[in-house]
């Protein structure tokens, strides 16, 4: 005879199996590496021979590595595209709301930048950059402007790095905004144009309320890529641009780990980048408590 607790017993077992890969995966492929990571940041470790303790050594250069500063600094940067994409993305959405004709295809056409291969479309717009024949600079002699030779000027070569960035993301927080404002009720936007409410006072008081969640999935996640930001450069500057001004964080560990086989140092380095990342999602999730709190 089956009893109660036999069924429970047997459910219990198929849900751990059931869970039992991804935890495993989580397990060798996330925890164990993060754990060696943090311990071989510790370490004087060419990442081949045995590992040597030497204690903070490897966070203390870090203070005085203007390279890491420059890396630092250009990561940084580079974020300058989330809220222009937000912008961006949240017009564009507004506009598709609308019902406009061919919506469909637009929708298409935003969003094939982001399915597209990172590599491919870095090698595209590195071409596109190119001071001799690219059509970035054609297009400007249009108007009369003599444009840079974008990607070998350390004063451009960052902005044209956000602008392909931006580019590629649009698409995707344009659906997601597109998706949040389909969402909400046209009852709302009845009542406050009975209560004589304008356009902005409705966007402001009703859509982007109702939108704040996904944004702030979007700032969140952004935030979290542009941190690891790297095949970009890899491929436009592979030796980081002009004065180093084009390499990230994530690009400088790997020069470090897999040029300099300085995978201690490297690994110091990526806990800080870790600690950072975790440090401002912590602030995002706070302050996303706070005004939902405020909402309330």
């Not at 930048?113 to 054609?138: E, F, H, K, R, T």
């Not at 404002?181 to 982007?208: C, M, P």
């Not at 806990?271 to 602030?283: A, E, M, N, Q, R």
């Amino acid at each position: 005879m089956i009893t109660k607790s036999n069924l429970y017993r047997k459910e219990k077992i198929y849900g751990f199996l059931f869970i039992l890969p991804p935890l495993l995966g989580l397990l060798i492929f996330t925890l164990y590496p993060m754990i060696y990571s943090i311990y071989g940041s510790f370490t004087d470790w060419d990442g081949l021979g045995g590992m040597s303790f030497i204690g903070l050594s490897n966070f203390k250069d870090l203070w005085t590595d203007e390279l890491f500063h420059k890396a630092l600094f250009n990561t940084l940067f580079m974020m300058l595209g989330i809220p222009i994409g937000i912008v961006l993305a949240l017009l564009l959405a507004l506009g598709l709301n609308r019902g406009v004709p061919g919506t469909t295809a637009f929708r298409v056409i935003y969003y094939v930048p982001v399915i597209s291969s990172l590599a491919a479309v870095s090698i595209m717009w590195n071409w596109a950059y190119n001071g001799d024949y690219g059509l970035v600079n054609q297009f400007l002699d249009l108007f009369g402007i003599t444009g840079p030779n974008w990607m070998a000027n350390k004063f451009t070569v960052k902005p044209a790095l956000i602008i392909m960035a931006v580019w590629k993301g649009v698409g995707y927080t344009m659906l997601l905004y597109l998706a949040a404002l389909q969402s909400v009720s046209r009852s709302y936007y009845e009542a406050a144009e009975l209560d004589g409410a304008n356009g902005f006072k409705a966007f402001w008081h009703i859509t982007w309320p109702m939108v704040r969640p996904v944004t702030f999935f979007i700032i969140v996640t952004n935030i979290i890529g542009g941190s690891q930001i790297f095949t970009e450069m890899n491929i436009m500057t592979p030796t980081g641009g002009p004065e180093y001004a084009s390499a990230s964080v994530v690009f400088y560990i790997w020069q470090k780990a897999f040029g300099n086989f300085q995978m201690g140092y490297a690994s110091a380095m990526a806990v800080v980048l870790g600690v950072f990342i975790f440090v401002v999602t912590l602030i995002q999730f706070r302050m996303n408590e706070k005004q939902s709190f405020d909402v309330d």
